[in-house]
């Protein structure tokens, strides 16, 4: 059994962890009550605004300069993982990069495949595996829709310049504190509307179809890489606010039981100085 000396240091040292896991995790609550209303007000419009986009696709296909709609035969791939620049949020990082790895290896296992990489973890990780053409972990610093906007016209232009038949965003949809769902989701070419869904295929077009697929195309895809940037942040701080919740639980849990060896430790150095002292008098009466 270790000493009372390391047993203090030990109960010592998960105190102070325990301090600093509780104060993380009260951190990342308020992060994320400002992340979650931006996300749920925003996702809404997003959702809506790519359905109008799937819909319209179909219309729009005979219209010249729909750059964004064009299917080619799939042979470079473009990966976008969205991660986070700081560790300590349980599985969030090590999802991404899992999926990553599956669409490496198993989807585009005979693709030329490259990376874009949103967030530090990304970069380091995914950097062993293949290229990585940009990293914009500088955008979580300044979260605004025109600094995601330019890393959209980034990726737009890759594509309509022809160096990637396939852009697909990987990252993680935020469902609850607890919850995050992996999500890998098609950004370029403009997936349209399965027939059966598309009910409504009449639109009236104005000003023309031109001006929609100069104008109204371009900020539909600004958005949804937007939202799943969004997304992405508050799983962030719901997944670090939830393991830093069992981090604490933990840290506590170990603490009660080093105090309870402390305790048994101190109990049993008093019992045996209590016998050396009886023991001791015992041989001088005798």
């Known amino acids: 059994m270790a000493n009372l000396k390391e047993i203090r240091n030990r109960i010592s040292s998960v105190s102070s962890t325990m301090q600093i896991t509780s104060a993380m995790k009260m951190v ?23 359905e109008l986009l799937q819909n319209l696709s179909g219309s729009l296909e005979d219209v010249e300069g729909n750059k964004y709609a ?7 791939v473009l990966l976008v993982a969205i991660t986070s620049n700081r560790g300590l949020c349980g599985a969030f990082n090590s999802n991404i990069l899992k999926q990553c790895n599956h669409l490496l290896g198993s989807v585009y296992e005979d693709k030329h495949v490259d990376f874009i990489a949103i967030g530090k973890k990304a970069n380091d990780a995914l950097g062993k595996k293949g290229t990585i053409l940009a990293n914009h972990s500088e955008v979580f610093d300044d979260l605004t829709f025109d600094e ?5 016209e980034m990726l737009m232009g890759h594509f309509v310049g022809g160096e990637y038949d396939k852009i697909e965003l990987v990252y993680n949809k935020f469902k609850n504190a607890a919850t995050q769902i992996v999500m890998t989701e098609q950004f370029l070419p403009i997936l349209p509307v399965d027939e059966g869904e598309n009910a409504n295929s009449e639109y009236i077009f104005e000003p023309s179809q031109e001006e929609i697929v100069e104008q109204l195309i371009p900020k539909s895809l600004k958005t949804q890489l937007y939202k799943a940037i969004r997304d992405s942040f508050a799983s962030e701080h719901g997944a670090r606010m939830t393991a830093m919740h069992k981090a604490t ?8 039981q080093l105090k309870l060896t402390y305790n048994k430790a101190r109990q049993a150095s008093i019992t045996n100085e209590i016998l050396e002292i009886v023991g001791g008098a015992e041989a001088l009466n005798n």
């Open 249 to 256: 639980d933990n840290a506590t849990e170990l603490r009660d």
């Open 70 to 76: 064009e299917n080619r035969n799939v042979e470079k």
């Open 148 to 152: 995601v906007s330019k890393i959209a």
């Open 28 to 50: 990342s609550a308020a992060k994320l009550k400002k992340a979650q209303d931006a996300i749920t007000a925003m996702r809404p419009y997003a959702d809506k605004l790519t």
